[in-house]
Protein backbone atom coordinates (compact mmCIF):
# COMPACT_ATOMS: atom_id res chain seq x y z
CA UNK A 1 0.00 0.00 0.00
CA UNK A 2 1.06 3.09 -0.72
CA UNK A 3 1.89 5.97 2.03
CA UNK A 4 -1.34 8.54 2.87
CA UNK A 5 -0.56 12.15 1.74
CA UNK A 6 -0.51 14.24 4.50
CA UNK A 7 -2.10 17.50 3.17
CA UNK A 8 -1.63 19.49 6.22
CA UNK A 9 1.57 18.60 6.91
CA UNK A 10 2.84 19.55 3.34
CA UNK A 11 1.03 22.35 3.39
CA UNK A 12 2.72 23.54 6.71
CA UNK A 13 6.06 23.45 4.92
CA UNK A 14 4.96 27.01 3.07
CA UNK A 15 3.81 28.48 6.05
CA UNK A 16 6.71 30.63 8.48
CA UNK A 17 7.89 27.87 11.67
CA UNK A 18 9.83 29.89 14.45
CA UNK A 19 11.32 26.63 15.32
CA UNK A 20 12.82 25.81 11.72
CA UNK A 21 13.68 29.23 9.78
CA UNK A 22 14.40 28.37 6.53
CA UNK A 23 18.19 29.35 5.65
CA UNK A 24 20.68 27.78 2.91
CA UNK A 25 21.14 24.34 5.00
CA UNK A 26 17.68 24.06 4.85
CA UNK A 27 16.62 20.94 2.63
CA UNK A 28 13.06 23.06 1.92
CA UNK A 29 15.33 25.87 0.13
CA UNK A 30 17.02 23.44 -2.57
CA UNK A 31 13.60 23.16 -3.62
CA UNK A 32 12.21 26.30 -3.54
CA UNK A 33 15.23 27.69 -5.49
CA UNK A 34 15.03 24.92 -7.93
CA UNK A 35 11.60 26.65 -8.50
CA UNK A 36 12.47 30.22 -8.82
CA UNK A 37 15.73 29.36 -10.92
CA UNK A 38 13.11 27.67 -13.69
CA UNK A 39 10.85 31.08 -13.67
CA UNK A 40 14.08 33.39 -13.37
CA UNK A 41 15.59 31.50 -16.34
CA UNK A 42 12.37 31.54 -18.51
CA UNK A 43 11.88 34.65 -18.10
CA UNK A 44 16.04 36.06 -18.41
CA UNK A 45 15.20 38.58 -21.17
CA UNK A 46 11.89 40.13 -19.30
CA UNK A 47 13.76 42.78 -16.72
CA UNK A 48 10.62 43.57 -15.52
CA UNK A 49 8.88 40.04 -15.03
CA UNK A 50 12.43 39.12 -13.94
CA UNK A 51 12.90 41.77 -11.34
CA UNK A 52 9.41 41.10 -10.38
CA UNK A 53 9.71 37.27 -9.54
CA UNK A 54 12.88 37.82 -7.36
CA UNK A 55 11.12 40.36 -5.71
CA UNK A 56 8.23 37.79 -4.65
CA UNK A 57 10.69 34.57 -4.19
CA UNK A 58 13.38 37.12 -1.33
CA UNK A 59 10.16 38.27 0.47
CA UNK A 60 9.20 34.63 0.55
CA UNK A 61 12.21 33.75 1.67
CA UNK A 62 12.24 36.13 4.19
CA UNK A 63 8.75 35.60 5.28
CA UNK A 64 10.03 31.91 5.96
CA UNK A 65 13.26 32.89 7.65
CA UNK A 66 11.31 35.73 10.17
CA UNK A 67 7.53 35.41 9.39
CA UNK A 68 5.72 38.71 8.93
CA UNK A 69 8.66 40.97 10.04
CA UNK A 70 8.40 40.99 6.11
CA UNK A 71 6.39 43.35 6.75
CA UNK A 72 9.16 45.54 7.63
CA UNK A 73 11.73 45.49 4.84
CA UNK A 74 8.38 46.65 2.31
CA UNK A 75 7.70 49.15 4.55
CA UNK A 76 11.38 50.57 5.06
CA UNK A 77 11.54 49.81 1.15
CA UNK A 78 8.11 52.35 0.57
CA UNK A 79 9.76 54.82 2.60
CA UNK A 80 13.02 55.22 1.77
CA UNK A 81 11.90 54.96 -2.24
CA UNK A 82 9.72 57.87 -1.30
CA UNK A 83 12.36 59.91 0.65
CA UNK A 84 15.33 59.40 -1.57
CA UNK A 85 13.51 60.59 -4.68
CA UNK A 86 12.19 62.97 -2.96
CA UNK A 87 16.44 64.47 -1.86
CA UNK A 88 17.39 63.97 -5.55
CA UNK A 89 14.38 66.42 -6.93
CA UNK A 90 14.76 68.95 -4.31
CA UNK A 91 17.38 71.66 -4.94
CA UNK A 92 16.62 74.35 -1.74
CA UNK A 93 19.64 72.31 0.95
CA UNK A 94 17.57 73.42 4.26
CA UNK A 95 14.83 70.59 2.63
CA UNK A 96 16.78 68.14 1.17
CA UNK A 97 18.79 68.06 4.67
CA UNK A 98 15.51 67.73 6.43
CA UNK A 99 14.67 65.47 4.03
CA UNK A 100 17.49 63.25 4.79
CA UNK A 101 17.22 63.66 8.39
CA UNK A 102 13.77 62.03 8.39
CA UNK A 103 15.37 59.05 6.67
CA UNK A 104 17.57 58.56 9.05
CA UNK A 105 15.25 59.27 12.13
CA UNK A 106 12.92 56.87 10.55
CA UNK A 107 15.37 53.76 9.74
CA UNK A 108 17.42 54.38 12.94
CA UNK A 109 14.09 55.01 14.70
CA UNK A 110 13.03 51.04 13.59
CA UNK A 111 16.25 49.94 14.92
CA UNK A 112 15.98 51.64 18.46
CA UNK A 113 12.74 50.10 19.04
CA UNK A 114 13.48 46.39 18.10
CA UNK A 115 16.91 46.32 18.90
CA UNK A 116 17.85 48.56 22.07
CA UNK A 117 14.08 49.44 24.00
CA UNK A 118 14.59 47.18 26.44
CA UNK A 119 18.43 47.69 26.86
CA UNK A 120 17.21 51.02 28.20
CA UNK A 121 14.97 50.49 29.83
CA UNK A 122 16.83 48.13 32.25
CA UNK A 123 19.83 51.02 32.32
CA UNK A 124 17.02 53.32 33.44
CA UNK A 125 15.63 50.36 36.16
CA UNK A 126 19.06 49.36 37.21
CA UNK A 127 20.51 52.96 37.69
CA UNK A 128 18.38 55.41 37.97
CA UNK A 129 15.37 53.42 39.67
CA UNK A 130 12.49 53.80 37.68
CA UNK A 131 10.16 51.01 37.24
CA UNK A 132 9.45 50.31 34.04
CA UNK A 133 8.03 47.19 32.64
CA UNK A 134 10.02 45.56 29.80
CA UNK A 135 8.32 45.77 26.33
CA UNK A 136 7.56 41.92 24.68
CA UNK A 137 9.81 42.93 21.65
CA UNK A 138 10.96 40.58 19.26
CA UNK A 139 14.29 41.13 16.96
CA UNK A 140 13.27 41.33 13.50
CA UNK A 141 15.71 39.60 11.72
CA UNK A 142 18.53 41.04 9.29
CA UNK A 143 17.06 44.99 10.27
CA UNK A 144 20.75 45.78 11.25
CA UNK A 145 21.64 45.18 7.81
CA UNK A 146 18.75 46.36 5.61
CA UNK A 147 18.60 49.70 7.61
CA UNK A 148 22.40 50.28 7.08
CA UNK A 149 22.02 49.41 3.35
CA UNK A 150 18.51 52.19 3.84
CA UNK A 151 20.79 54.80 4.86
CA UNK A 152 23.41 54.29 3.15
CA UNK A 153 20.99 55.16 -0.09
CA UNK A 154 19.40 58.07 0.48
CA UNK A 155 22.97 59.53 2.11
CA UNK A 156 24.80 58.55 -1.29
CA UNK A 157 21.43 60.05 -3.34
CA UNK A 158 22.04 63.20 -1.11
CA UNK A 159 25.42 63.52 -1.81
CA UNK A 160 25.15 62.92 -5.62
CA UNK A 161 26.87 60.28 -5.81
CA UNK A 162 24.05 57.81 -7.24
CA UNK A 163 20.72 58.47 -8.95
CA UNK A 164 17.72 57.15 -7.40
CA UNK A 165 16.01 54.56 -8.90
CA UNK A 166 12.66 55.49 -10.38
CA UNK A 167 10.68 52.18 -10.27
CA UNK A 168 10.00 50.97 -6.80
CA UNK A 169 10.59 47.49 -7.85
CA UNK A 170 14.22 47.79 -8.62
CA UNK A 171 14.80 49.15 -4.98
CA UNK A 172 12.99 46.55 -3.59
CA UNK A 173 14.47 43.93 -5.45
CA UNK A 174 17.72 45.69 -3.84
CA UNK A 175 16.99 45.73 -0.28
CA UNK A 176 14.94 42.18 -0.49
CA UNK A 177 17.60 40.68 -2.46
CA UNK A 178 17.54 37.35 -0.79
CA UNK A 179 21.25 36.01 -0.74
CA UNK A 180 22.27 38.91 1.48
CA UNK A 181 18.84 39.78 3.40
CA UNK A 182 19.16 37.94 6.84
CA UNK A 183 23.15 38.04 7.51
CA UNK A 184 24.20 40.52 4.84
CA UNK A 185 26.86 41.09 3.15
CA UNK A 186 25.92 44.68 3.30
CA UNK A 187 25.92 46.03 -0.42
CA UNK A 188 25.92 49.32 -2.04
CA UNK A 189 22.89 50.34 -3.93
CA UNK A 190 25.71 51.87 -6.54
CA UNK A 191 27.46 48.20 -6.45
CA UNK A 192 24.23 46.45 -7.10
CA UNK A 193 21.57 48.29 -8.77
CA UNK A 194 23.28 48.88 -12.20
CA UNK A 195 23.46 44.94 -12.15
CA UNK A 196 19.04 44.31 -12.26
CA UNK A 197 18.95 45.71 -15.52
CA UNK A 198 21.55 43.42 -17.20
CA UNK A 199 21.08 40.49 -19.39
CA UNK A 200 21.07 37.39 -17.37
CA UNK A 201 23.74 35.76 -18.41
CA UNK A 202 26.85 33.20 -16.79
CA UNK A 203 29.31 31.82 -18.01
CA UNK A 204 31.37 28.53 -17.23
CA UNK A 205 33.50 30.83 -14.76
CA UNK A 206 30.91 32.11 -13.15
CA UNK A 207 29.14 28.84 -12.27
CA UNK A 208 32.87 27.72 -11.26
CA UNK A 209 32.99 30.31 -8.83
CA UNK A 210 29.94 30.28 -7.64
CA UNK A 211 30.33 26.45 -6.73
CA UNK A 212 33.37 26.87 -5.07
CA UNK A 213 32.19 29.47 -2.93
CA UNK A 214 29.20 27.60 -2.00
CA UNK A 215 30.94 24.28 -1.19
CA UNK A 216 33.32 26.24 0.89
CA UNK A 217 31.07 28.40 2.57
CA UNK A 218 28.60 25.30 3.63
CA UNK A 219 31.97 23.10 4.45
CA UNK A 220 33.28 26.16 6.84
CA UNK A 221 29.80 26.78 8.77
CA UNK A 222 27.86 23.37 9.22
CA UNK A 223 30.74 20.93 8.96
CA UNK A 224 33.78 22.80 11.21
CA UNK A 225 31.78 25.78 12.88
CA UNK A 226 28.85 23.49 13.79
CA UNK A 227 31.09 20.55 14.92
CA UNK A 228 33.59 22.90 17.32
CA UNK A 229 30.50 24.99 18.58
CA UNK A 230 28.15 21.92 19.93
CA UNK A 231 31.18 19.82 20.67
CA UNK A 232 33.07 22.00 22.63
CA UNK A 233 32.62 25.70 22.84
CA UNK A 234 29.35 26.20 23.70
CA UNK A 235 29.08 24.19 27.21
CA UNK A 236 32.43 26.00 28.81
CA UNK A 237 31.33 29.10 27.34
CA UNK A 238 28.11 28.38 29.58
CA UNK A 239 30.03 27.38 32.72
CA UNK A 240 34.00 27.97 32.26
CA UNK A 241 34.71 27.77 35.74
CA UNK A 242 33.73 24.05 36.04
CA UNK A 243 37.12 23.72 33.36
CA UNK A 244 40.64 23.91 33.38
CA UNK A 245 42.43 27.47 32.37
CA UNK A 246 43.47 25.29 29.74
CA UNK A 247 40.34 24.21 28.18
CA UNK A 248 39.38 27.68 28.80
CA UNK A 249 41.86 29.28 26.52
CA UNK A 250 41.29 26.36 23.57
CA UNK A 251 37.74 27.58 23.64
CA UNK A 252 38.71 30.79 22.67
CA UNK A 253 41.00 29.59 19.98
CA UNK A 254 37.94 27.58 19.05
CA UNK A 255 35.30 30.31 19.16
CA UNK A 256 37.84 32.07 17.07
CA UNK A 257 37.79 29.98 14.30
CA UNK A 258 34.26 29.11 15.02
CA UNK A 259 32.98 32.87 14.22
CA UNK A 260 34.82 32.76 11.49
CA UNK A 261 34.17 29.73 9.56
CA UNK A 262 30.23 30.45 10.89
CA UNK A 263 29.84 34.07 9.41
CA UNK A 264 32.51 33.73 6.26
CA UNK A 265 31.07 30.64 5.13
CA UNK A 266 27.22 32.16 4.64
CA UNK A 267 28.86 35.09 3.38
CA UNK A 268 30.63 32.88 0.69
CA UNK A 269 27.43 30.96 0.06
CA UNK A 270 25.36 33.98 -0.36
CA UNK A 271 27.96 35.55 -2.52
CA UNK A 272 27.74 32.20 -4.28
CA UNK A 273 24.14 32.16 -4.99
CA UNK A 274 23.93 35.58 -6.47
CA UNK A 275 27.11 35.03 -9.06
CA UNK A 276 24.99 32.28 -9.99
CA UNK A 277 22.39 34.53 -10.67
CA UNK A 278 23.86 36.95 -12.67
CA UNK A 279 25.53 39.07 -9.65
CA UNK A 280 28.46 40.28 -8.37
CA UNK A 281 28.99 41.21 -4.75
CA UNK A 282 32.49 41.77 -2.94
CA UNK A 283 33.95 39.29 -1.03
CA UNK A 284 33.18 39.94 2.68
CA UNK A 285 36.31 38.41 3.98
CA UNK A 286 39.91 38.32 3.50
CA UNK A 287 41.66 35.71 5.85
CA UNK A 288 41.96 38.11 8.86
CA UNK A 289 43.25 36.24 11.33
CA UNK A 290 46.45 36.69 9.30
CA UNK A 291 46.86 40.75 9.72
CA UNK A 292 49.75 41.95 11.00
CA UNK A 293 47.86 44.91 13.22
CA UNK A 294 44.48 45.58 13.97
CA UNK A 295 44.07 48.46 11.67
CA UNK A 296 44.49 45.57 8.63
CA UNK A 297 42.61 43.04 10.32
CA UNK A 298 39.06 45.29 10.11
CA UNK A 299 40.30 45.63 6.32
CA UNK A 300 39.82 42.27 6.22
CA UNK A 301 36.94 40.79 8.59
CA UNK A 302 33.05 41.86 7.98
CA UNK A 303 34.63 44.47 4.89
CA UNK A 304 31.09 45.42 4.13
CA UNK A 305 30.60 46.55 7.72
CA UNK A 306 34.07 48.01 8.66
CA UNK A 307 34.03 49.87 5.23
CA UNK A 308 30.22 51.18 6.26
CA UNK A 309 31.60 52.44 9.43
CA UNK A 310 34.42 53.89 7.72
CA UNK A 311 32.28 56.16 5.21
CA UNK A 312 29.15 57.07 6.95
CA UNK A 313 30.12 57.08 10.61
CA UNK A 314 34.28 57.31 10.84
CA UNK A 315 34.47 60.16 8.12
CA UNK A 316 31.28 62.27 8.44
CA UNK A 317 32.71 62.85 12.29
CA UNK A 318 35.73 64.10 11.05
CA UNK A 319 37.89 61.11 10.07
CA UNK A 320 41.84 62.45 10.58
CA UNK A 321 41.12 66.26 9.18
CA UNK A 322 40.62 67.32 12.61
CA UNK A 323 43.66 66.83 14.14
CA UNK A 324 45.38 63.55 16.36
CA UNK A 325 43.52 63.79 19.36
CA UNK A 326 40.10 64.28 17.37
CA UNK A 327 41.27 61.35 14.86
CA UNK A 328 41.91 58.75 17.98
CA UNK A 329 38.22 60.24 19.54
CA UNK A 330 36.72 59.37 16.29
CA UNK A 331 38.55 56.00 15.60
CA UNK A 332 36.95 55.48 19.17
CA UNK A 333 33.48 56.67 19.22
CA UNK A 334 33.10 54.55 15.14
CA UNK A 335 33.91 51.18 16.95
CA UNK A 336 32.24 51.74 20.39
CA UNK A 337 29.43 52.51 17.87
CA UNK A 338 29.93 49.27 15.74
CA UNK A 339 29.68 47.35 18.91
CA UNK A 340 26.12 48.28 19.92
CA UNK A 341 25.30 47.70 16.76
CA UNK A 342 26.22 43.74 16.98
CA UNK A 343 23.65 43.64 19.80
CA UNK A 344 21.91 45.96 23.01
CA UNK A 345 24.71 44.64 25.89
CA UNK A 346 27.34 45.92 27.42
CA UNK A 347 29.41 43.17 26.41
CA UNK A 348 29.01 44.41 22.98
CA UNK A 349 30.18 47.93 23.40
CA UNK A 350 33.46 46.75 25.59
CA UNK A 351 34.08 44.70 22.58
CA UNK A 352 33.64 48.07 20.56
CA UNK A 353 35.28 50.05 22.38
CA UNK A 354 38.53 47.46 22.90
CA UNK A 355 38.65 47.62 18.98
CA UNK A 356 38.63 51.43 18.87
CA UNK A 357 41.15 51.71 21.60
CA UNK A 358 43.37 49.52 19.66
CA UNK A 359 42.87 51.43 16.43
CA UNK A 360 43.45 54.18 17.61
CA UNK A 361 47.10 52.85 19.33
CA UNK A 362 47.91 51.27 16.78
CA UNK A 363 47.65 54.99 14.29
CA UNK A 364 49.71 56.61 17.30
CA UNK A 365 52.23 53.54 17.26
CA UNK A 366 52.76 54.29 13.59
CA UNK A 367 53.05 57.88 13.84
CA UNK A 368 55.86 57.68 16.30
CA UNK A 369 57.51 54.57 14.47
CA UNK A 370 57.24 56.27 10.94
CA UNK A 371 61.09 56.40 10.45
CA UNK A 372 61.84 52.49 11.28
CA UNK A 373 58.67 51.08 10.12
CA UNK A 374 60.14 49.67 6.90
CA UNK A 375 63.06 47.84 8.75
CA UNK A 376 60.99 46.76 11.18
CA UNK A 377 58.52 45.12 8.48
CA UNK A 378 60.94 43.49 6.32
CA UNK A 379 61.98 41.51 9.38
CA UNK A 380 59.82 37.82 9.39
CA UNK A 381 60.43 38.41 13.42
CA UNK A 382 58.77 41.55 13.76
CA UNK A 383 56.01 40.19 11.18
CA UNK A 384 55.32 36.59 12.99
CA UNK A 385 55.44 38.34 16.36
CA UNK A 386 52.99 41.27 15.03
CA UNK A 387 50.93 38.24 13.42
CA UNK A 388 50.62 36.43 16.68
CA UNK A 389 50.06 40.04 18.77
CA UNK A 390 46.92 41.07 16.56
CA UNK A 391 45.51 37.46 16.91
CA UNK A 392 45.74 37.20 20.26
CA UNK A 393 44.48 40.60 20.86
CA UNK A 394 41.45 39.51 18.47
CA UNK A 395 40.68 36.47 21.15
CA UNK A 396 40.69 38.35 23.99
CA UNK A 397 38.32 40.66 23.11
CA UNK A 398 36.56 37.50 21.73
CA UNK A 399 35.67 36.64 24.98
CA UNK A 400 32.88 39.79 25.74
CA UNK A 401 31.82 39.22 22.28
CA UNK A 402 30.71 35.46 23.21
CA UNK A 403 30.22 35.59 26.88
CA UNK A 404 26.60 35.88 27.65
CA UNK A 405 27.78 38.60 30.87
CA UNK A 406 30.49 40.30 32.19
CA UNK A 407 30.81 37.73 35.01
CA UNK A 408 30.64 34.38 32.28
CA UNK A 409 33.68 36.61 30.77
CA UNK A 410 35.78 37.10 34.06
CA UNK A 411 35.16 33.74 34.94
CA UNK A 412 37.12 32.51 31.81
CA UNK A 413 39.67 35.03 32.20
CA UNK A 414 40.44 34.06 35.55
CA UNK A 415 40.70 30.26 34.68
CA UNK A 416 43.30 30.95 31.90
CA UNK A 417 44.79 33.50 34.18
CA UNK A 418 45.02 31.38 37.30
CA UNK A 419 44.10 27.81 36.35
CA UNK A 420 46.09 27.49 33.41
CA UNK A 421 48.45 23.96 33.53
CA UNK A 422 49.75 22.27 31.14
CA UNK A 423 49.64 18.93 33.08
CA UNK A 424 46.36 18.24 32.21
CA UNK A 425 47.28 17.75 28.28
CA UNK A 426 47.09 14.25 28.49
CA UNK A 427 43.55 14.03 29.60
CA UNK A 428 42.52 17.26 27.53
CA UNK A 429 43.92 15.21 24.18
CA UNK A 430 42.30 12.18 24.91
CA UNK A 431 38.89 14.13 25.94
CA UNK A 432 38.99 16.66 22.59
CA UNK A 433 41.38 15.59 20.00
CA UNK A 434 38.86 15.35 17.62
CA UNK A 435 37.84 19.43 18.24
CA UNK A 436 41.54 20.32 17.74
CA UNK A 437 41.73 18.48 14.73
CA UNK A 438 38.93 20.05 13.30
CA UNK A 439 40.23 23.75 14.96
CA UNK A 440 43.55 22.58 13.32
CA UNK A 441 41.46 22.22 9.91
CA UNK A 442 39.89 25.11 9.72
CA UNK A 443 43.05 27.36 10.56
CA UNK A 444 44.50 25.49 7.46
CA UNK A 445 41.85 26.27 5.32
CA UNK A 446 42.33 29.68 6.68
CA UNK A 447 45.62 30.27 5.82
CA UNK A 448 45.36 29.24 2.19
CA UNK A 449 46.64 32.10 0.04
CA UNK A 450 43.76 33.47 -2.20
CA UNK A 451 45.67 32.64 -5.56
CA UNK A 452 45.05 28.86 -4.58
CA UNK A 453 41.63 29.30 -4.48
CA UNK A 454 41.40 31.12 -7.44
CA UNK A 455 43.35 28.48 -9.25
CA UNK A 456 41.44 25.70 -8.09
CA UNK A 457 38.08 28.07 -8.75
CA UNK A 458 39.37 27.82 -12.59
CA UNK A 459 39.91 24.37 -12.81
CA UNK A 460 36.54 23.47 -11.61
CA UNK A 461 35.63 25.31 -15.08
CA UNK A 462 36.59 22.24 -16.94
CA UNK A 463 34.90 19.86 -14.98
CA UNK A 464 31.28 18.62 -16.50
CA UNK A 465 28.06 17.73 -14.42
CA UNK A 466 28.84 14.53 -13.39
CA UNK A 467 32.21 15.81 -11.81
CA UNK A 468 30.24 18.73 -9.95
CA UNK A 469 27.70 16.39 -8.78
CA UNK A 470 30.03 13.84 -7.29
CA UNK A 471 32.02 16.86 -5.23
CA UNK A 472 27.96 17.72 -4.29
CA UNK A 473 27.77 13.91 -3.09
CA UNK A 474 30.91 13.82 -1.03
CA UNK A 475 30.00 17.01 0.63
CA UNK A 476 27.06 16.01 1.49
CA UNK A 477 28.48 12.28 2.78
CA UNK A 478 31.08 14.06 4.90
CA UNK A 479 28.09 16.22 5.84
CA UNK A 480 25.80 13.45 6.95
CA UNK A 481 28.67 11.90 9.20
CA UNK A 482 29.60 14.99 11.32
CA UNK A 483 25.94 16.47 11.14
CA UNK A 484 24.26 17.07 14.87
CA UNK A 485 20.47 16.11 15.51
CA UNK A 486 20.89 19.65 17.01
CA UNK A 487 20.47 22.82 14.93
CA UNK A 488 23.27 25.48 14.93
CA UNK A 489 21.69 28.56 14.15
CA UNK A 490 24.33 31.36 12.29
CA UNK A 491 25.46 33.65 14.92
CA UNK A 492 24.81 36.48 12.88
CA UNK A 493 21.52 35.70 12.88
CA UNK A 494 20.99 37.66 16.12
CA UNK A 495 22.21 40.47 14.62
Not at 170 to 187: A, C, Q, T
Not at 427 to 451: C, D, K, Q, S, T
Request: glycine content about 6%; aromatic content about 22%; proline content about 3%.
Amino acid sequence: MFPSFDAAAFLHQFVYDKNNPLLFNNGFFVYLFFVFMLLYFAFRNKVAIRTNIFCLFSLYFFYKASGFFVVLVIVSAIADFILSNAIYRQTDKTKRKLLLTISIVFNLGLLFYFKYTNFFVEILNQHFSAHINPLNILLPVGISFYTFENISYTIDVYRGEFVPVKKFNEYLLFLSFFPKLVMGPIVRAKDFIPQTTKPYYINQEDFAAGFFLIITGLFKKLIISDYITLNYVNYIFDSPSKYTGLECLFAVYGYAIVIYCDFSGYSSVAIGIARWLGYKIPPNFSSPYQSKDITEFWRRWHISLSSWLRDYLYIPLGGNRKGKLRTYINLFITMLLGGLWHGASFNFIVWGGLHGTALAIHKLWNEKTKSIASKWNSSVLYRGFALLLTFHFVCFCWIFFKAANFHIAGDMLNQIQYHFSLDVWGRFWGNYHNVIWMMLLGFALHAIPENICDTISLKLQKLNVVSYAAIFFIFLLIYGYYKSSEAVMPIYLQF
